[in-house]
């Protein structure tokens, strides 16, 4: 089938990439992921082994990717995602962001091939516009802790858009809100992952600063569908993929606490910590141009969202 679109997907093997992965192939494309398990699991892509659709290149983004034969389509979603990865991989994260884009964007301009950057709604950073617009410039702090993931993310839009308007690349860039599903790691720090390994050891949630700063979380199905429309459109400037139904993480803990009631039957305790350094206080999407753009909405709430990812961990570790 000489016809079958080819897509390369860096950082394959993670949360997002992995459930891309089975996006694309279920969609009739063959798939090339590449990814050096930095914090990505092989687990993750075990089941798509040996399918006639899928190669797997074991390497670091930051070195020549070299791929054999026609590339359709680039999806550059390798980088550390979660805060305590990249504060325990501060250089991998501004390396993957950098040179991995470049190297990424390299590959598609020599193949021809669509690229679409997996950005970040902490372009943002510790917003002073809410909800966040695609207009919105953003208040990072550079040298901060969170700087090297932030900074990497908006170097690699502005290294996306530079080969789009002197390359011709053809190119697209999602500002990516909080995801949570299947997948996760579970020891990855993010709120809902450290919630649920707390209520799987019997150990309190713990929740970080008074637990008034918001969130608005994203199921992972509905994020997959967002970027398959983003690629399939003709929409060359960023655009927001998030479920705009912010809550606060206090809240969002109370909520993951009653689901897990429900499942288990047992009860979690929530302890307070101190909060970490340039933590945003609020973020939620702004989804007009996702709507308008590319007829997208988030179709799962978070009640059923929760109880599909919870009940999943807890199917796992095989306490229900
Ligand atoms: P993840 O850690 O599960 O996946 C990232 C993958 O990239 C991992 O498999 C990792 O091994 C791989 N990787 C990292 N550096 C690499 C390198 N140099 N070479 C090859 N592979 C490398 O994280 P995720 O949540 O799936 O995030 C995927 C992408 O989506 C990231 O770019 C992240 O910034 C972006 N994103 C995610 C979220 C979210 O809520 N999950 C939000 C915003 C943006
Ligand atoms: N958070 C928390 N307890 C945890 C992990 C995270 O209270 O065990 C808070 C964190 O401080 C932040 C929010 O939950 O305010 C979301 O954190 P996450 O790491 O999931 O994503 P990000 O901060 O990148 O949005």
């Known amino acids: 089938m000489n016809n079958q679109p080819v897509t390369v997907i860096t950082g394959g093997a993670g949360f997002l990439g992995s459930h891309l992965c089975d996006r694309f192939i279920a969609e009739g494309h063959k798939v090339i992921a590449i990814d050096n398990f930095i914090t990505g699991n092989p687990d ?10 899928f190669k797997f290149i074991k390497h670091d983004v930051t070195e020549f990717i070299y791929v054999e034969g026609k590339v359709d389509n680039i999806l550059h979603f390798a980088s550390p995602a979660s805060p305590i990865d990249y504060l325990k991989l501060p250089i991998q994260t501004l390396k993957v962001g950098s040179l991995g884009t470049h190297k990424a964007l390299g590959l598609a301009k020599a193949k021809g ?134 809550i606060t993480i206090l809240d969002f803990a109370k909520e993951v606490q009653t689901i897990v009631k429900e499942l288990t039957g047992k009860d979690t305790e929530i302890i307070f910590k101190e909060l970490p350094s340039d933590d945003p206080k609020v973020r939620k999407p702004d989804n007009t141009k996702a709507k308008e753009r590319l007829g997208w909405e988030p179709t799962i709430n978070r009640a059923e969202g929760l109880r599909k990812t919870i009940s999943y961990f807890f199917k796992q570790a095989g306490i229900i």
Not at 44 to 53: T, W
Not at 177 to 197: C, E, I, K, Q, W
């Open 113 to 246: 091939a669509r690229f679409l950057l997996a950005s970040t709604s902490e372009v943002y950073g510790d917003p002073l516009e809410h909800p966040q617009k695609e207009t919105y410039w953003g208040n990072v702090n550079p040298i901060g802790l969170r700087g090297v993931y932030d900074e990497a993310k908006r170097f690699a839009e502005s290294m996306t858009m530079a080969y789009h308007r002197y390359h011709n690349l053809d190119t697209r860039i999602l500002r990516i809100f909080n995801t949570y599903g299947p997948r996760m790691r579970l020891n990855d720090g993010r709120a809902l992952p450290a919630f649920v390994h707390s209520a799987l050891n019997g150990t309190p949630m713990t929740v970080f600063g008074d637990g008034s700063q918001t969130r608005s979380f994203c199921y992972v199905s509905d994020l997959v569908e967002g970027i398959w429309r983003l690629l399939n459109s003709n929409e060359t400037e960023p655009v927001n993929i998030g479920n705009p139904d912010e």
């Open 44 to 53: 993750n892509i075990a089941h798509l082994m040996g399918n006639e659709n």
